[in-house]
């Protein structure tokens, strides 16, 4: 399997001795700065095209290469398609044709069989989940990988360590540009750690008043919303994909005028987020026709599904 190419930020002008530049990280008190530009230091990649198609169920035969493995040895597959002339200012067509979240097929002839759809990949996303194009690609890619007991934990509400660690893949796993800790409770695993290490130093996850990141504590969808929009909103512009926070939302519990809520509303129009399923408690609220039809519920857990559609819409943007 070809290793993956880091990623190119926008902003760089060149690799510093270790594969990043010198320019990349903040101290650890610079951090502020960062996230109150976001985007100004965002993710793309120009990595060369991938083994698969990056979307829809091309990605399975990747996968089942990846389960096979196990958990704790994930191969990476290059996220190709993003322009990397246009970081640089320039722009030109994209590497590859947009995807469509599905692989395409041509109409069979009149004597051919009708194709068997493909089985899902895991047993706890089905067919009809609406999440499975997103899970798959997302586990396909190296991204979020499944479980050796095929299943993939849609429900499981992500870490913010988790969320570090896949954001970290979807980067390409790149190396950060200082050795002074960003923050003050990094964990012992050496791959956790280097993930948080990366997201704080690019003012993607952010630590509290005692600069401590909280690994463990859930992300929250407000907390979602916040990174992605500080990981990716200033590439999406340097490509000429800029993508403009919604002026008014559907969701009652999104405050339209507010400030803070501008995260929200940029992740709401990049697709990254949706309408709530469950109460911030867990309990279901009523489907699409009943009265919990517009709530957005930032401060509930994002779930490992709901990372994979957010993750899955970067790459359709990237891509387009």
């Known amino acids: 399997m070809r290793r993956p190419v ?27 700065t960062d996230v109150a ?27 089942r290469r990846v389960a096979a493995a196990g ?21 030109r067509a994209p590497d590859a044709a947009p995807s469509t979240g599905r692989a395409p097929s041509a109409a069979p002839a009149a004597s051919s069989p009708v194709p068997t759809p493909d089985p899902p990949m895991f047993s706890d996303v089905g067919a009809a989940h609406p999440a499975r194009d997103a899970v798959e690609w997302a ?11 095929g299943t993939f934990g849609p429900d499981e509400t992500m870490s913010r360590g988790g969320f570090a660690l896949a954001l970290h893949r979807y980067a390409g796993a790149p190396e950060t540009a200082t050795d002074s800790p960003v923050f003050t409770d990094l964990p012992g ?18 630590g509290d008043g005692d600069m401590a990141v909280r690994a463990g504590a859930p992300l929250t969808r407000s907390d979602l919303a916040a990174a992605l929009m500080a990981a990716f909103a200033g590439g999406l512009a340097a490509t000429g994909r800029a993508v403009q926070p919604a002026a008014s939302t559907p969701f009652s519990d999104v405050d339209d005028a507010a400030a803070s809520t501008v995260p929200l509303r940029w992740a709401t129009a990049a697709g ?49």
């Open 6 to 32: 880091p990623p190119r930020i926008p902003g760089v002008r060149g690799p510093g001795p270790r594969g990043i530049a010198a320019d990349v990280a903040p101290g650890p008190r610079d951090i502020a």
């Open 37 to 63: 530009a976001p985007g100004a230091r965002g993710i793309a990649t120009d990595a060369a095209a991938p083994a698969v198609r990056s979307t829809g169920r091309g990605g399975r035969r990747i996968s």
């Open 272 to 320: 990254a987020l949706e309408r709530s399923t469950v109460a911030a408690d867990g309990t279901a609220l009523a489907d699409a026709t009943g009265p919990g039809e517009n709530l957005l519920v930032p401060q509930r857990g994002t779930t490992r599904a709901e990372l994979a559609v957010a993750l899955h819409a970067m790459q359709e943007l990237l891509r387009s």
């Open 189 to 206: 695993d050496a791959d956790l750690a280097a993930a948080l290490q990366w997201a704080g130093a690019r003012g993607i996850l952010w």
């Open 71 to 91: 958990i704790g040895a994930v191969a990476l597959v290059p996220l190709g398609g993003m322009v990397a002339a246009a970081l640089n200012g320039t722009s």
């Open 139 to 149: 586990a396909g890619a190296g991204v979020l990988p499944g479980r050796e007991d």
